[in-house]
Structure formats: structure tokens, C-alpha cells
């Protein structure tokens, strides 16, 4: 071992003649050293508490009280101060207590030689120091362990929660690891893919992570590592890519929507030139059949004709208005204004199958957007509402409120609800479960609240209802009434 280079000894005995032996046997210690010498238990803490000691030699009896009690002091206050307990018992009992106290060394008096001290008092710094060097390292990664953005879990084999870290206390809402120790949470993973990554060699998996509690759903890189072989402990490391995986879909939506409005505008002009054609050649043969007393089984067949060129005509314009939104207005709006115009147009129908509508709307909340088309979007998802809702047992839920700068608007019915496996097909072009729907009027909803970048979220239950929240950035300093 390398001799210390110079260190600060503080001695702490109450007797003088031993005092004297001892400092005798360290004349011949091989490292520079200032010595201290303490008589008491008090006098020890005092110099403890005024300047730096490397390292301290305690005697067992410092009159009431004893080196250990002083060793645990000092222990308390730095732990990183080694002790060297010297004492003229001699007693396996009290060797135990000394090092459980946090003594470095143990050493009789009348047993030892000068290099029996030099020997301890080397073991006793360089164990010190390797220690410290431990903590710190342990303390470094403990930081990046808290302090990390993904969200990291120690769990046993079973799945319940050893220790997380800020980010996935955070995730699941807790203020406290207490809150979390002990959860399983096998139930927020697909159990099949975390067995395939448990027992693979696979470094990392894209998982789907829920809290079904929390109504969260989150898109997630997952690592699995052994943090314990022998004790069957794992870590898992999280890292959060819904934001990534969100923005990939609602760009693959909207490339779909562009090539659906290019389509549009083909069919605008290839169909409905030939289609205004024919509407009129129908109106003529109308009249030709009734002048030349055509009986009522021919007007009848031109009446289908001309129903559903009129139903083509308006599917072409329904095409349209659900993609012709490259030219935006936007000014300053009062979000309750802008709801109340939205519930005023499906007031009618709502009236009319005796739905009850219910309106919690904050006021003073603004929203800078195009206020036509935001009408626009609402109204298809008000629409779609009220025609899912049994007459006379419906209740429509308006509510708006502002959370951190984005203005949240959800409207909730306790209609038929939606099934799951067409969720994810909600926005598309076409797509539709109602009978006559053309499936465009929430790609219409969707491409607005996008192009004022907003954002959607549908959650949903089949015969319990439907609930619809839209995020639209608000003017920021505005607060709700």
C-alpha cells in the first residue's frame, strides 16, 4: 500500500502517559502527519467541528463516556473519517462492537508495535478513501438513475416495483416513491412481448404501454436489463416515443387527406361537368315525357335519375369541403362565442330528438383560429353526437376549460360508442359506420383542427358513450372566469 502523503491525526485519550506512548510509537511512522491530541469526549467534538481531520485515534474510556460513542459521532458527521479504536481490553465482544460502531481498526494497548500503527493507520486511509470514491460513484449514478428522462422501474420477477425514478413517478401521477413500491404493474405492459424481451437477447422493443387507471396510453422503447441475478431483479428502462409515433400517424392522415383532396379536384372536374349535363338532360326529358303523356311509371324512373345525380353532385361537394382547406382566416376569437354559434346550429336536432345539452364553458379563454372552419369541425363532432344518442335518454356534455395555454374542449355523449377496432380509422376518408354517411365529415374535423395545431383525442366505450376532446393553443395571459 502507498504511505499517505501528509495527514492531519487527531488523538483523542485521557491519559497523558499513554498519550505520550503512543505518540512515541508514531515518531517512527513512515508519512508526514500534525498530530492533535484531544483529553475529552467534548474537547474531541470540538476540534472535529473547527477544522478538517483525516483521521482520528480514539481511546475505548474517555471517562462517562466511550471511544465507541465518539467513533458514532464522528461516523454521524463524516463518515468518511476513518476511526482507529485503541483500548487496553481485550475481548472479542467488544472487536465486534467496534467495527459495527464504524472503527476501521481495532488495536490493544501493550499488544501493538509501531508498525502494527503505521500498517493500520495506512489501511485505515486508502480504505476511507476508496469508500468515498464508492459513495461518489454510487451518488453519480443514483443522480443519473433519478434524473433521467426516461422512465426507469426496478421490479422482481413478478413485476411489482422496487424503486422507479422521477420520470416514471411523474408518469403514473405519484408524489413519492412510497406511493409506487410494492405496485405491480404487469398490467400496463403486453405480457406476451415482456416475456419474449425477458427471456431473448433482444436489446430493445417497441412496446405499448397503458394505465388503464390514468386513462394513459404511451408508445415506448423498452430496455430490460438484470440488476440482480440471484435475486431475480430487473430494470426496465422506458424511453417515451408516443410524440414521435403520433406525429408519424398524423402525417400519414394528412398525406392520405392531401392525395383524397387531389383526388377531389380530379373528380371535380372530370364528373361534375358531365354531371351538370346530365341534370339538365333529365329536366328536359321530364318535360318531354309529361307533353307527350308518358304514363307515371316513366317519370317516376327520371325522378331516380335525377334523385341521385343530385346525391352524386353532393358527394363530390361533400369531397371537397372536406379537403379545400389550404386557405386559412385566422383572427382572434372568444372560444365560448365561437361554441355557443357551433351548438346553436345543432340545437335543432337536438331539440328535436329531446336530447338534453349541457354547457360548462369558461369564459375569457381565446383562441387565435378561422372561425368558419372551426365551426365547421365542432359542429361534425356535435353532429355525430346527437345522432348517436337513443331519443329522449340523451345528454350532450359541452365543456371548455385552459390548462397551461391550450384550451380543451370536450364534448361527451352517452351514446352508442364506438368499437374499438375502428378507432384508429375514425379520421380516415370514407370511413363511416352510419348509414348514408359519407365518412368525410371528421377527415374534415381533423384537417382543421390540424392545420390550427390542435390535436384530437377520442376515447370511447361501447353503449356507454363517446367523448371527444379538442386541443387548440389559447392567446397566452388569458384565464378563465
Known amino acids: 500500500m502507498n ?9 483523542v485519550e485521557d491519559d497523558e502517559d499513554d498519550y505520550v506512548l503512543l505518540m512515541s510509537s508514531l515518531k517512527t511512522s513512515s508519512f508526514n502527519k500534525t498530530v492533535l491530541w484531544a483529553d475529552t469526549f467534548n474537547r474531541a467534538k470540538e476540534i472535529l467541528n473547527s477544522q478538517p481531520i483525516d483521521i482520528v485515534i480514539v481511546d475505548y474510556r474517555l471517562g462517562v463516556h466511550t471511544g465507541i460513542e465518539l467513533v458514532r459521532y464522528i461516523r454521524e458527521k463524516n463518515p468518511f473519517t476513518p476511526c482507529i479504536l485503541i483500548t487496553g481490553l481485550q475481548a472479542s465482544a467488544l472487536d465486534e462492537e467496534a467495527l459495527k460502531s464504524g472503527a476501521y481498526d481495532y488495536l490493544v494497548k501493550g499488544k501493538y ?27 453519480k449514478f443514483r443522480n443519473l438513475f433519478e434524473n433521467a428522462v426516461e422512465y426507469v422501474f426496478v421490479i422482481d420477477y413478478d413485476m411489482n416495483v422496487i424503486d422507479v425514478n422521477k420520470a416514471a413517478l411523474k408518469l403514473y401521477e405519484k408524489n413519492t416513491k412510497e406511493e ?21 437477447n433482444t436489446s430493445s422493443i417497441e412496446i405499448e404501454l397503458t394505465i388503464p387507471e390514468l386513462d394513459k396510453k404511451r408508445y415506448c ?21 408516443t410524440e ?10 394528412l398525406e392520405k387527406q392531401s392525395l383524397t383532396g387531389k383526388v377531389a379536384r380530379v373528380i371535380a372536374h372530370e364528373i361534375k361537368n358531365p354531371l351538370t349535363n346530365i341534370h339538365l338532360s333529365v329536366e328536359e326529358l321530364r318535360v318531354l315525357l309529361k307533353d307527350n303523356g308518358s304514363g307515371s311509371e316513366a317519370l317516376h324512373f327520371a325522378e331516380i335519375i335525377e334523385r341521385n345525380s343530385t ?11 372536406a379537403t379545400r382547406f389550404d386557405t386559412m382566416n385566422i383572427a382572434e376569437l372568444q372560444l365560448h362565442e365561437l361554441l355557443q354559434e357551433t351548438i346553436f346550429q345543432v340545437r335543432d336536432r337536438a331539440k328535436l330528438k329531446e336530447i338534453k345539452i349541457v354547457e360548462d364553458i369558461g369564459t375569457n379563454i381565446r383562441i387565435k383560429g378561422d372561425k368558419e372552419k372551426l365551426v365547421i369541425a365542432l359542429l361534425n363532432i356535435m353532429v355525430n353526437a346527437v345522432e348517436a344518442m337513443e331519443e329522449q335518454k340523451g345528454i350532450l356534455n359541452i365543456r371548455a376549460t385552459i390548462n397551461n395555454n391550450i384550451a380543451e374542449i370536450c364534448i361527451n355523449d352517452n351514446g352508442a ?3 374499438q377496432q375502428d378507432m384508429n380509422k375514425l379520421f380516415e376518408p370514407f370511413f363511416t359506420s352510419k348509414r348514408g354517411g359519407t365518412g368525410l365529415g371528421l377527415t374534415a374535423t381533423y384537417t382543421i383542427i390540424s392545420k390550427h395545431d ?22 397566452p395571459g388569458v384565464m378563465m372566469n
Request: hydrophobic share 40%; proline share 2%; aromatic share 8%.
Open 3 to 11: 504511505a499517505p502523503v501528509s495527514i492531519r491525526l487527531l488523538v
Open 113 to 139: 508495535t509501531s508498525e502494527d500503527i503505521d500498517r493500520s493507520i495506512r489501511y485505515a486511509v486508502e480504505k476511507a478513501s476508496a469508500l468515498k470514491a464508492v459513495k461518489e460513484s454510487e451518488n
Open 180 to 200: 409506487m413500491i410494492g405496485q405491480n404493474i404487469s398490467d400496463h405492459f403486453f405480457p406476451d412481448i415482456f416475456e419474449t424481451q425477458r427471456y431473448s
Open 221 to 241: 422503447i423498452l430496455n430490460l436489463a438484470v440488476v440482480d441475478y440471484d435475486k431475480r431483479q430487473y430494470q426496465i428502462v422506458l424511453h417515451d416515443i
Open 244 to 253: 414521435r409515433i403520433e406525429n408519424e400517424q398524423k402525417e400519414k392522415l
Open 311 to 321: 346525391r352524386i353532385n353532393l358527394l363530390i361537394e361533400d369531397l371537397l369541403n
Open 417 to 419: 360508442g364506438i368499437a
Open 454 to 475: 390542435g390535436s384530437l383525442k377520442v376515447n370511447s366505450e361501447l353503449n356507454k358513450g363517446t367523448q371527444f376532446t379538442v386541443y387548440l393553443p389559447a392567446t
